[in-house]
């Protein structure tokens, strides 16, 4: 299984963008899906999680402008992000276990996870 990464690109702030992860391989009934990002000099940061049968959970930093979301096929993830920040630029990483674990969804808040990751598409927010 590979997840593609893509839909980064160069927006001003205000803007809008949308990604997505494609997984190829095989579709995932039961999953957590999450949507990182690092900008340069930085750790990866958690932006978003979406576990099956779940609510999506979001960073504070991206609440109420980002949404997760999944296709009906069930093998493409996306990531739309609206009000675009410039402290919003990083490369964005996706990534996929089906690890799945009932339990507090702040446990999947860190990348170690993941097993499957995307490999970064870069969003740039200019001022």
């Known amino acids: 299984v590979q997840l593609q990464a893509s839909g980064g690109g160069l927006v001003q702030a205000g803007g809008s963008l949308r990604l997505s992860c494609a997984a190829s391989g095989r579709t995932f009934n039961v999953f957590v899906m999450a949507w990182f990002r690092q900008a340069p000099g930085k750790e990866r940061e958690f932006v978003t999680v979406?576990?099956?049968?779940?609510?999506?959970h979001y960073a504070d930093s991206v609440k109420g402008r980002f949404t997760i979301s999944r296709d009906n096929a069930g093998n493409t993830w996306y990531l739309q992000m609206n009000s675009l920040k410039p402290e919003d630029t990083a490369v964005y990483y996706c990534?996929?276990?089906?690890?799945?674990?009932?339990?507090?969804?702040?446990?999947?808040?860190?990348?170690?996870?993941?097993?499957?990751w995307g490999q970064g598409t870069q969003v740039t927010v200019s001022s």
């Open positions: 979406l576990r099956s049968g779940d609510s999506p």
């Open positions: 990534a996929l276990t089906n690890k799945y674990l009932s339990g507090s969804v702040y446990y999947y808040v860190s990348p170690a996870r993941y097993h499957l």
